[in-house]
């Protein structure tokens, strides 16, 4: 059965298992099940997906869908338990990490992949200050002496737009406004300069008004460094702007894979057709807005065939029977639906 | 910060009245004639019985004597036990020892009980953890006198490793063992609020930061989790000095240190009910100092605290 899924779910792009492909780090059909007293449930079920140095890859989904737990299972951050990888690989530099050392792993870690937390309140550590936790990877990772590492420090909060940087590096996070909260957590991760930044729902804690300028600073940042970038988020709105390309999740797999242009003019899945329809629209104002009905299922105990059957308004017999795989749909772009041609074709 | 100090420092003022006038009017309470037996088998004379009282103001009601007592006591003066003896020397003897068997007691509390808490902690339902808790609860049940007499005995007596009594040097070597029974109760605790404050933290967003900021495991544990864990067990030892020192009466009638408990259990037999009141008062001073520094040391450990 899972052999049948893994060459199912291989994705457009991406080279065979284990064979270098020259990109910069590829995921590929990684599982993952959390194993707790009720029940396994099944959290990641094969997902692929990958990203090249100077572009940013949206992943899209609803909470639930797996892709946080994609990207802890990246960082090697997942908690074990309950988390376990059962299977995939993710490939930096075309070396699987799950199959490093720790310490291995350990260099990669804010050096080659560096991660940017959503509630940037609770990622920061309350008792040492904003300053110190910013020279410590300077001083750990680099050697600096204490001088030299805050130095480095204040560089790095003023690279973040964080007005008079001297004088915040000795403040503590409670200290800081809640964007300038994520700036500091931006500059952290940025201090080793990084070749794949992960931003899981970086702006979801922030008020609306501040939510726009830190996606600005990400863009940005990510456009100067030629940074491979992963931003994970439920907001299509704020994908359009930055996002080269965007990977729908539901359930823990990739359902809908292509450029963002593509995916906005003709989304080749009804689950995205969904999401994309779900955007409160200006123009409807005063009516009712437009929703997925239904959950998403449980994942202790997915539905047979296409996960997303039981809420897709478009579902024939043979969605709950066959699980559609991820398939190329024209050029550079896949969909995992039965009927992905029919969308992509219609007018 | 100097606002808060002096604030509470003004705070410690009624409570230093209110504790010590109830310790007072307590120890004064206790029925029994402090002239029975002060005077071999015969009944005192009348002659010294009428002149103690009036020295002592013996028949003036307690808030009289209370007065009398604090306004002494404020120039220095701990009065005289009925043999004239200065209650200040008693003090300044048994003091330093009872002081000095606490802090031994006090350090083989930090390291052992946070070294196993952190242990355990990090590692919840292995093999270390189950015995550090089988063996806490162990410690929490077992009586002080019973640890004692049975290490004293088995250390001391049986294979013969230590001395079954402290001399009156008080050598920290002699120190470790009456430390550790001084101590035993509240090892267990530190260990298991450790632990806990451990495993709680453990989980933790900024703990799960620094392991993504690839600082090695050493550091994440040593300085990110640990400060943040430190805070609940730093005000359990804080406020445990006091609690050793009070109660560390069984620890030195077993192991024969003259210290304050010693002195006070004799001054409580012989109705010397101004060295109780003596060395209990200094005991509050010990408390309400030590609870303070907690405090300040919370400000120190936790910056989110604020004091203005």
């Known amino acids: 059965m899972s052999d049948i899924l893994v060459s199912e779910q291989s994705a457009p792009g991406t080279g065979g298992s284990g064979r270098p492909s020259g990109r910069l780090l590829e995921v590929e059909d990684l599982r993952v099940e959390f194993r707790t007293r009720d029940g396994v449930a099944k959290v990641i079920n094969g997902v692929t997906y990958h990203v090249d140095a100077g572009e940013t890859l949206a992943v899209l989904g609803e909470s639930g869908s797996g892709k946080s737990v994609t990207a802890q299972t990246i960082m090697g951050i997942l908690d074990t338990p309950p988390g376990f990888v059962t299977g995939g690989q993710v490939r930096f530099h075309g070396k699987d990490m799950l199959r490093m050392s720790n310490e291995e792993r350990r260099r990669i870690r804010g050096e080659g992949i560096a991660m940017v937390f959503q509630d940037a309140l609770s990622a920061l550590n309350p008792v040492f200050t904003v300053g110190f936790q910013i020279a410590e990877q300077f001083r750990v990772r680099r050697g600096m002496g204490r001088t030299e590492a805050k130095k480095r420090a204040i560089e790095m909060l003023d690279q973040v737009k964080i007005p008079n940087a001297k004088g915040r590096f000795n403040n503590y996070p409670h200290q800081f406004s809640g964007g300038m909260r994520q700036r500091a957590m931006i500059a952290m991760s940025l201090a080793l300069d990084p070749e794949v930044l992960i931003a899981d729902e970086p702006t979801t804690a922030l008020d609306v008004t501040v939510q726009a300028q830190i996606m600005d600073l990400l863009a940005e940042l990510q456009r100067e460094r030629q940074m491979g970038m992963i931003l994970i988020t439920h907001d299509l709105g704020v994908v359009a702007d930055v996002a080269d390309r965007i990977a729908v999740m539901y359930a823990g797999r990739i359902v809908e894979e292509a450029d963002v242009f593509d995916l906005y003019a003709k989304p080749a899945h009804p689950y995205t057709i969904g999401l994309i329809d779900s955007i409160p629209r200006m123009d409807e104002k005063g009516q009712q807005l437009r929703t997925i009905k239904g959950l998403p299922p449980n994942l202790m105990n997915i539905p047979p065939g296409c996960p997303f059957n039981p809420r897709c308004p478009m579902a024939q017999p043979v969605c709950r029977e066959k699980l559609p795989p991820l398939l190329q749909v024209g050029t550079a772009r896949a969909s995992a639906c039965h009927f992905a041609e029919e969308l992509v074709n219609r007018d | ?308």
């Open chain 2, 1 to 308: 910060m100097g606002r808060y100090l002096l604030r509470r420092l003004l705070q410690l003022v009624p409570v230093f009245i209110g504790t010590t006038f109830l310790i007072y009017a307590l120890v004064w309470a206790v029925p029994g004639d402090p002239f029975a037996g002060k005077c071999g088998e015969r009944r005192c004379p009348d002659q010294y019985i009428a002149f103690m009282t009036e020295k002592y103001h013996l028949d003036q009601n307690v808030f009289v004597q209370y007065a009398n007592y604090m306004k002494n006591l404020l120039q220095g003066d701990f009065g005289q036990t009925f043999s004239q003896r200065e209650i200040s020397d008693i003090i300044l003897t048994s003091y330093p020892n009872t002081l000095k068997l606490a802090l031994v007691a006090l350090t083989i509390e930090a390291v052992i009980g946070l070294g196993a808490g952190v242990l355990t902690g990090l590692r919840r339902n292995g093999f270390l953890d189950n015995l550090v808790l089988v063996s806490t609860l162990f410690l929490i049940a077992l009586p002080v006198f019973v640890v004692g007499f049975v290490l004293q005995w088995l250390l001391g007596v049986q294979w013969g490793i230590i001395k079954p009594t402290v001399s009156s040097e008080m050598r920290l070597s002699e120190l470790i063992v009456p430390g550790f029974v001084l101590g035993s109760a509240s090892v267990a605790y530190i260990a298991r609020v450790a632990r806990t404050s451990i495993a709680e933290n453990r989980r933790a967003d900024y703990v799960r930061t620094a392991i993504a900021k690839g600082l090695p495991m050493r550091r994440v544990v040593g300085v990110h989790l640990l400060r943040n864990s430190l805070i609940p067990v730093v005000t359990l030892l804080g406020t445990d000095l006091g609690a050793l020192m009070g109660g560390a009466i069984v620890t030195e009638g077993i192991f024969g240190i003259n210290g304050i408990g010693r002195q006070v259990f004799r001054a409580i037999v012989t109705k010397e009910s101004a060295t109780v009141v003596g060395i209990v008062v200094v005991l509050v001073l010990v408390y309400l100092v030590m609870n303070l520094l907690v405090d300040l040391l919370y400000a120190a450990l936790d910056p989110r605290i604020r004091y203005e």
